[in-house]
């Protein structure tokens, strides 16, 4: 993308500069050099978006709610191939934006693309349903509709992918949106608005507004015309939306984050393929896209007998990964997305140091020159911590795994459940009585079991606790973008006399 792309705010079918005239730097967290120049939107361009939508929606007489939905399906199905007709472009742009290898840019379009196939097969299947009133005189039926004008406020780490989560069971549903992504990874949210107005989106029924989330996100969770705001982020944040919508009683879905467990218990590493395969798993869990990942395996918890054998393999391989720009051959692991994120998670790892925590691998930026312009953290592994820390009670969002241990499994289960937060978990044991028995003790809204990371877009994805409300994917995560109407239609009306006179 090129340093002059000022008219990133997309309203009304038509893309523009900022109300101010003010602009951002998009920067290139490999090297800190600017990939882009986008318009840096404020209340004014959230308020105009905001208008186009709801004119859009027409009190769901407008041209994209009153679609109908077999056409609105055939419009999603565009927008997946044309998305996969761009795989290498989004997926290239989405490395670069987000610091993430080019191959985890490549499976993002495709994950992607997948979401818009579900959500199009998904609506028209679902007809409503008709409803037994106990009378050949009642025909009654619930039936679904757009909950109308959507504010969608997607996070940094994986901009195109949770934007594509929301938007897809939006516009399924018949709603309008409008956009706000993360000020630091617009990109390729930017290069999506511009595929559903190539696949035909009528104009005001999807808008994009560029800026930071005070004022532009603020600003879309408390107007009055937004019907319902989808907000992915951290919990700090998360809560200010809640109460920003309080005043309108709007619809409110978040997604907030996690400190996951990832349980390893002995049986699970009795065979070398066994031991193998759950430490891979481990090292995958914490360290993909550098850790930058809301269901990120950050806290590995392994049986006490365990620990020495397994932390020091892990500690051996984590010392290995290769880190450098993301579009490099042979990396395994790119760049934190900015210079905050990287001050983060070396406060936070300090921090630990400090409580006792034993630094078994990484602890610091790396070493080579090449390395030295951009926001590298060397994967980390941190033995001996406990619940006291806070390095294993709060989100780094860095490449950190902490270590903590266990005797029983009731003592596995109180550890992996003691945090306020509970997005999701993983088990590992070769007893798969045992592996059950525990995933169902775990108070996290997904559990894997011998594996870490997997989603399907027909399975819904949230969390427990401050983890948030709602869900994405599934028919959960359509159904959060619709309003259910029961219509009660009486065939042979008469009179009550209720009332004699």
Not at 25 to 47: K, M
Not at 226 to 243: E, I, N, P, Q, Y
Not at 315 to 337: N, Q, S, Y
Not at 415 to 436: I, K, Q
Request: proline share 5%; charged share 25%.
């Amino acid at each position: 993308m090129s340093e002059h792309q000022e008219n990133s705010i997309y309203v009304a079918g038509e893309w523009r500069t900022a109300a101010s005239g003010a602009t951002r730097e998009v920067l290139d967290p490999a090297d800190a050099t600017i990939l882009a120049v986008v318009a840096e939107g404020g209340a004014r361009d959230a308020d105009a978006a905001i208008a186009a939508a709801h004119q859009a929606f027409g009190e769901g007489r407008g041209p994209w709610p009153s679609t109908p939905v077999a056409e609105r399906a055939a419009l999603l199905r565009r927008v997946a191939d044309l998305l996969q007709r761009d795989r290498e472009e989004l997926g290239l742009l989405e490395s670069l934006d987000a610091g993430k290898t080019l191959e985890e840019g490549r499976v993002d379009v495709d994950c992607v693309t997948d979401a818009f196939r579900y959500f199009a097969d998904l609506v028209v299947s679902e007809t409503g349903r008709v409803v037994d009133a106990g009378s050949p005189d009642v025909h009654s039926v619930v039936v679904h509709e757009p909950v109308g004008v959507c504010a969608l406020i997607t996070p940094w780490n994986y901009p195109l992918l949770q934007a594509s989560w929301k938007i897809a069971p939006a516009l399924a549903a018949g709603n309008t949106v409008v956009v706000k992504p993360s000020e630091i990874t617009p990109l390729t949210t930017i290069a999506l608005m511009r595929l559903l107005d190539e696949a035909g989106l009528p104009a005001g029924a999807a808008n994009l507004v560029t800026g930071p989330g005070d004022p532009v996100g603020a600003r879309m969770a408390e107007h009055p015309d937004v019907d319902l705001v989808s907000f992915t982020g951290g919990l700090a944040s998360g809560t200010k939306v809640m109460r920003a919508a309080a005043d309108s009683v709007k619809k409110v879905a978040l997604e907030l984050g996690g400190k996951n467990p990832n349980v390893v218990f002995a049986d699970a590493c009795t065979t070398a393929e066994g031991f193998d395969t759950a430490v891979d798993q481990a090292l995958n869990a914490a360290f993909i896209h550098s850790g930058q990942v809301c269901s990120a395996g950050s806290r590995l918890i392994v049986e006490e007998s365990l620990r020495e054998r397994f932390v020091a393999e892990l500690a051996r391989r984590a010392d290995r990964i290769r880190i450098g720009r993301g579009t490099d051959p042979g990396v395994e692991c790119g760049p934190l997305v900015s210079a905050a994120q990287l001050a983060r998670t070396e406060d936070f790892v300090a921090s630990a140091l400090a409580e006792g925590a034993v630094l078994r691998a990484g602890g610091g930026r790396p070493a080579e020159p090449h390395l030295q312009d951009g926001w590298f953290y060397r994967p980390t592994v941190l033995d001996r911590c406990h619940r006291g820390m806070r390095i294993v009670r709060e989100e780094v969002f860095g490449p950190v795994l902490t270590v903590e241990t266990f005797r029983t499994e009731d003592e596995a289960v109180a550890l992996a459940n003691d945090t306020e937060y509970g997005l999701a978990g993983g088990v590992w044991s070769a007893d798969a009585g045992r592996a059950r028995r525990v995933a169902a003790r775990l108070r996290h809204g997904t559990v894997w079991i011998n594996d870490f990371h997997p989603y399907l877009p027909q399975a819904e994805w949230g969390g427990f606790g401050k983890s948030g409300i709602g869900r994405e994917l599934g028919p959960a995560g359509l159904a959060e973008y619709r309003e259910s109407k029961h219509v009660y239609q009486n065939l042979a009306p008469r009179p009550v006399r209720w009332f004699k006179g």
